[in-house]
């Protein structure tokens, strides 16, 4: 172990600019933020439960500790009902209370975010919205989004999506999308070979992902507005593990066309590729915040180990100690996931700690929030691969597939609008 | 070693199926055809995977011995393309693994090529394509393996 951090210690040299960046939420709070989320009263009772989603949400975030329903002293329909002592004894100083009334075609859906650090409760957030009973899970999502950076002052991921691939059957592979919580899983494309690592556009327009044919394996694009699929890259070998720059100009991915697996860096405008790699086998690439340098994995020196070059392929240096895999950067520049023993970890730059996340089995292909909160990673159950979720401080952790299946793969979209 | 294996040896070719015997310990599928007079024809079907050990992409000498059997079929049908297909067992990450089950496809490509076969392609799974889905030992040992197709 000493060893690791030895080696780890130069990531602090690395990742100078990181110093430049404030981030308050993260480690300063070191108790999750206790709130209670109301039930929404309803006219109707088959509606989806849109005060579970949004606790469910803040839950996640490994911020924010929703209440147990069960707990609560009162059910106020309004803020005038609120009797805020009953609230602050459960030590809960913010409540969401909400309504949702019917409409001629759909629902009008509002809420009130409240503080009860006064006798007479504070409403400090309002919105409503019109809402299908199909569109009850987004709009829940909306929400919690809304309350999260009224609270945190960080941009929410509630509305995000995830992409990953579902291998159903021996030899069923099917690329799905669905919200990042797991639901509303759509299948975009299945094959009968394997298909492998999908990533999304910084537009979240594209998402790239690898398809297996009996000869090779194919980098291809899907365009989600045309629903249109081109080739990217179609040597012999593998066409993989691909990943954008930041600001979707590029495509760095892995190839072995020449034999070994060598890392590519394709300008999308101009079709130029530029191999970066020569040494050994070089795979998982991804940028960093900046998105100057790619950091990945290389066994140019024996067993696999993370690496940093600049985006040209300059300075290629060896950042890690053996077996590490998967690496990838947050976006504040203070944490490297990555997976050591088949165990999702966290390297801290800035005191250059590697925390443990999991202790579940066969961990593999982590990808991040965009806004850093969370990590969806893929680990084994019994003879099946499910996705798991973990705040990135540690707090949560929850399992959102629960169909049959092996699921892996996940990537998380860009922010959505 | 199946019983119908011994009875075979007990009632022809002794010798020369011991010697088969001893290279299709991992997979021991035999074909036979049973003749109307009863007279049992064995027609082996042979070994086409190869094994290997954690980590590891050289071939032991059962797998040599397998792939030798190959090589002599092979010589015998020189028009034809031969896939060699890599994989890996679950540990490490799948990526990862596509270059350790493409080094597996590519021992046994360069270990037929130096007996004379041509026509080779390879292509690696990594862990895309297990055979055994449970965690054990004996699971990853199957599931570290080179398949040769033709």
């Known amino acids: ?417 | 070693m199946p019983k119908f294996n011994k009875k075979l040896i007990f009632i022809a070719l002794p010798t020369m199926l011991l010697a088969a015997c001893s290279s299709f310990k991992h997979k021991p599928q035999m074909n036979t055809e049973m003749k109307s007079d009863n007279k049992i024809v064995p027609t082996p079907a042979l070994n086409n995977t190869v094994h290997f050990a954690f980590d590891s992409f050289s071939l032991n000498d059962e797998a040599k011995a397998i792939l030798d059997a190959q090589v002599e079929r092979l010589k015998t049908m020189p028009d034809v393309n031969v896939v060699i297909a890599g994989h890996t067992d679950e540990r490490g990450t799948p990526e990862y693994n596509i270059a350790l089950g493409q080094r597996r496809a590519d021992a046994v490509k360069n270990y037929l090529m130096e007996k004379g076969i041509k026509n080779i392609s390879t292509i690696s799974y990594g862990e895309e394509q297990l055979m055994a889905l449970g965690h054990t030992e004996a699971d990853n040992a199957q599931n570290r393996r080179a398949v040769l197709e033709y």
């Open chain 1, 1 to 417: 172990m000493k060893n690791i951090i030895k080696i780890f210690f130069l990531f602090i040299t690395v990742f100078v600019y990181a110093k430049d960046v404030e981030i308050t939420v993260d480690e300063g709070v070191s108790v999750s933020q206790p709130i209670a989320i109301l039930p929404f009263n309803a006219n109707s009772a088959d509606l989806p439960d849109i005060a579970q989603i949004i606790a469910d949400d803040l839950q996640n975030s490994g911020l924010f500790a929703p209440l147990n329903r069960s707990k609560f002293p009162e059910k106020p329909k309004t803020a005038k009902e609120v009797h805020t002592n009953l609230w602050t004894n459960l030590g809960s100083d913010l409540i969401v209370i909400g309504q949702i009334v019917k409409q001629n075609k759909d629902f009008k859906i509002s809420f009130q975010l409240l503080d009860t650090l006064n006798r007479s409760a504070k409403v400090t957030l309002t919105a409503s919205f019109n809402s299908t009973k199909d569109e009850f899970r987004a709009t829940a999502h909306k929400i919690s989004n809304l309350i999260f950076t009224q609270i945190t002052k960080i941009k929410g991921v509630f509305n995000t999506k995830i992409a990953y691939i579902l291998q159903d059957a021996p030899n069923s592979y099917k690329l799905q999308i669905a919200d990042y919580d797991g639901h509303n899983a759509q299948t975009i494309t299945q094959s009968t070979e394997p298909l492998m690592s999908p990533a999304f556009s910084p537009d979240g327009k594209n998402l790239v992902y690898t398809r297996f044919t009996k000869r090779n394996s194919v980098l291809l694009n899907y365009n989600f507005a045309t629903k249109q699929t081109t080739i990217l890259a179609n040597s012999a070998g593998h066409n993989g593990s691909a990943v954008f720059s930041s600001d979707g100009k590029f495509l760095v991915f892995a190839s072995s066309r020449d034999g070994a697996l060598n890392l590519y860096l394709l300008n999308l405008k101009t079709s130029e590729l530029t191999q970066l790699t020569k040494l050994g086998n070089n795979t998982e690439p991804s940028f960093s915040p900046d998105n100057q340098s790619i950091v990945f994995t290389s066994d140019r020196n024996g067993a696999p180990a993370i690496f940093m070059m600049n985006k040209d392929g300059s300075n290629q240096k060896r950042i890690s100690s053996s077996n590490f895999f998967s690496a990838k950067i947050t976006k504040d520049g203070k944490n490297i996931i990555m997976i050591s023993q088949d165990r999702l970890v966290k390297f801290k730059t800035q005191t250059a700690k590697l925390e443990i996340l999991t202790s579940t089995f066969l961990d593999e292909t982590p990808t991040i929030a965009p806004n850093d909160t969370m990590i969806i990673y893929s680990s084994t159950k019994g003879e099946q691969k499910v996705l798991q979720l973990i705040s990135s401080n540690g707090r949560f952790k929850t399992t959102i597939t629960s169909t049959k299946g092996n699921f892996k793969f996940t990537a998380w979209s860009p922010f959505l609008n």
